[in-house]
Each structure stands twice: as C-alpha cells, then as structure tokens.
C-alpha cells in the first residue's frame, strides 16, 4: 500500500444546479407550513422565506445532498469507509456549486504473504510424577487443620492466632481485628511480628511497631507505620492429613470421584495432561498470530484501534469484575492503562485483517450448520432456549458479529492443523 495510514479524504462539488433545485424544494416546503406575521400560511413570499431562513434551507440542502453525492464518489473511487465520513469546509453560496471535503478511514490493502507451513515453538510443560506430586501436596496444604501445640513457646513455623488493633502513626484510622491467624517466620510475614511474636506464650500481650513496605498488597497499609497492641490467643501448628485412600476419598469431589491414592494419582495426571494440552495449543495459536503479524507490514484504521483498545479495556473490567472486585474502587489510572494497550491493539486489527484475508483465500466460511450449533451450545449454558436466543440476537444484530468470528475462529484452526509445532526444552511448571 502506497499510503503511510490508512486515513483519505475527498473534495467534492455538487452542480450550481443541483443545488438551486434543491434550495426551492426546501423553500416551496418551509413556505406551507411557516408561520410569519401578517401572512397566512402557505402566503408567505418565497424570497422572505429565503432570508428569514437562510440557515435553515443551507442545513437541508447540505443534510439530503452531500450523502449522495458523496455515496456515489465513494463507489465511483472504490473506497469502502470503515468509519462514517466526517464532513467539513462546506462552501455554500447561492448560485455556485456546493463544495465540502470529506475525511474517513478505509481498509488497507496489501499482499497477503505466506501463511502456509508455518513453524512455532512452544514450552514444553511437563506433568509427570513431580507435578502430581506437588498437585497433591496442594489438596493436603488445603486440607489442613491448626491444632494448639502445648509445652513450648512459639517458635519459627508455628502460628499465633492474634487479636490485635493499631494506630497509624500520625494518626487516622485505626485497625482492629480479631482471629488472625500469623504464621512466624514465614517469608510473607512482616519481619516485626516475628520478632515480637518468637517466644510467645498464649495470654501474652505484645506492644510493637510495624512498619509495612510501599509494595504491600493491601493499598490501607503499604508504606504506612502502625503501632500494635497484640493479645496471643492460642498457639498452633499446622497438621497435613496424612496421604491414604481415606485422604483421597475425602477429596474425591474435587478431583472427580475417586477412592484410593493411586486413582486419585491417575486423575490428577489426566487432568494435568489435558490442561497441558489446552494450554500449549492456545499457545500455538497465539504464536500463529504473532509470526503473521511480523510476516506483514501494513497501516490499520485507528478508529479500528481505538475500538480494540475499548475492548482491552473493557475485558480487564470485566475480569476485575468476575473477581469480585469493584473496579471504581481499583487505584488505576484508567486513562494511561488505556493508552498502553495502543500497540497491541494495532496487532489485534492487524491480525484480524489477515485472518479474514485468509478465509478469502481459502474460501473458509461459517455456515448456517456452525451458527446453529454456536447458538445451541450458548443456549444450553444459559439455559434460555435456542429460540429466544436465536431472537434476541437477530434483534441486536449480533448474528453477523457471531458468523464473523466463527469465520475468524475456523481460520485459525485451519493455519493450526496446517502449522509445524515445535516443543522447547521441557520444564516444571
């Protein structure tokens, strides 16, 4: 493509003609129906009509003649908008042709490049019996119970269960809690409380400083100095239950219905290898649309970039969402975390464009089977019957939306089947 973006604009002239044609329309209309003094309706002078409404007869003309005009330059130049053409420098004078430009984004051109026999290498994530057995060292850790240790003071390991309060130094809102549970010596705990809590007894009472770093977690504490009161309540060790059949019975509705340590191993080595699929073969596919990227050099549509963006956006809200988390609530500049998606978004439009380029090549669509079974299945999830959602989605014009990315989706399973995929050196995840 010659062009260095993808943005156009046109200068258009309508015919003196056309548009005094036009003017006495619009003004034959307006004298029906104005109401001025001392005339009747419909008895108005045209050429009073033509200076009391001067403005009103220019903004008709221009709104029923500049988006046929500009229309038929567009097919006559072959330029298909991807956004609604922005209109401006209109030049309006009685008995001259009506001249304005027009600005607008169209699709780029450009020469699809090899996209067949690809090569990509993917990580090679082992799930053999190390991972099984820190998969299972996980359930224990979940499954396991605190039990009060007698005959000894807290030492590094054990946990002191807390009821405390604080004040932040300087002032302001003080922090009061109860049942808290502070495993010493432990790499996530802070420093001050395992010093102040090693060698504890329960009854005991604590009086310390703490100080939390700027990368704490919880955005109430980072970077601020409290002083604590701490009442030891109870100390307790940590109790894994121990690994049998009657462990494995327990977390057999986890795992998905077993009864013994060696099924419950085979369960969980299926369940391993089925992710490590799913996860190396959305890999691949994600690397497929990387190596197309960087095969094509080509400008996108901005207005096409700014919507991929919102759609980043939108998708980090939604997952905040799903979190349970408030995302007004988040400490993130919105504005900036936007603007850093604009390269990603360039290779997302840029991806989409080749995918559908390719589905032209090779003559990939989706069909009416494909669009039935994609609405069957999101049916049988929601459980709203396939009619309704049928319904639903013609009225919101979503069916075209859906048959474009079953394209895009059949696509890309096609450059998959037809891509070499490489594994690197394996490693424990």
């Not at 996980?138 to 119970?145: F, K």
């Not at 996860?279 to 994600?286: F, H, I, L």
């Amino acid at each position: 493509m010659t062009e260095s973006t993808c943005k156009r604009e046109i200068e258009l002239e309508i015919p003196a003609e056309v548009v005094s044609k036009a003017s006495q329309k619009v003004e034959r209309d307006l004298a029906r129906v104005a109401r001025i003094p001392g005339f009747r309706p419909g008895k108005a002078p045209v050429t009073l009509i033509r200076r009391r409404f001067a403005e009103d007869i220019q903004g008709e003309v221009v709104q029923s003649l500049v988006p046929e005009y500009l229309e038929k330059a567009l097919d006559e130049k072959k330029l298909v908008p991807v956004t609604r053409p922005e209109v401006d420098k209109v030049e309006f004078k009685e008995g001259e042709p009506l001249k304005f430009r027009a600005i607008f984004e169209v699709l780029p051109e450009f020469e699809l490049g090899d996209y067949k026999g690809l090569e990509v290498h993917v990580d090679e994530v082992e799930a053999g019996d190390a991972k099984v057995d820190e998969v299972i060292e996980e359930m224990r850790e979940r499954a396991a119970t605190f039990v009060p240790v007698g005959g000894h003071a807290a030492k590094d390991g054990d946990y002191a269960l807390l009821k405390l309060s604080g004040m932040p130094e300087g002032g302001g809102e003080p922090v009061e809690a109860d049942n808290i549970m502070c495993h010493i010596g432990a790499e996530e705990t802070l420093e001050s409380f395992t010093e102040n809590l090693r060698g504890a007894t329960p009854g005991e009472t604590k009086k310390f400083q703490a100080k939390y770093p700027d990368d704490y977690p919880d955005e109430k504490l980072k970077g601020k100095t409290y002083d604590y009161t701490v009442e030891v309540q109870a100390i307790k060790e940590k109790k894994l239950p121990e690994l049998n059949d009657e462990f494995a019975v327990d977390v057999a509705k986890e795992a998905g219905g077993v009864a013994t340590v060696a099924e419950l191993r085979k369960k969980i080595q299926d369940n391993l290898e089925a992710e490590k699929e799913a996860r190396q073969s959305a890999q691949a596919r994600e690397k497929i649309l990387e190596t197309l990227v960087k095969k094509h050099d080509f400008p996108v549509p901005e207005a096409l970039v700014e919507h991929q963006m919102d759609v980043r956006l939108e998708r980090t809200v939604r997952s905040l969402a799903s979190q349970g988390v408030d995302p007004r609530a988040v400490n993130v500049d919105w504005v900036s975390l936007r603007k850093s998606q604009h390269d990603r978004a360039v290779d997302d439009v840029k991806a989409e464009l080749i995918i559908d380029r390719i589905a032209d090549a090779e003559k990939i669509e989706a069909t009416d089977e494909d669009v039935e079974r994609e609405i069957n299945a999101l049916a049988e999830h929601s459980g709203e019957s396939a009619t309704s959602l049928r319904a639903r989605l013609t009225k919101q014009g979503a069916l075209d939306r859906m048959k474009s990315k079953l394209r895009s989706d059949k696509t890309i399973e096609w450059l998959y089947s037809n891509t070499r995929i490489e594994k690197t050196a394996k490693r424990e995840e």
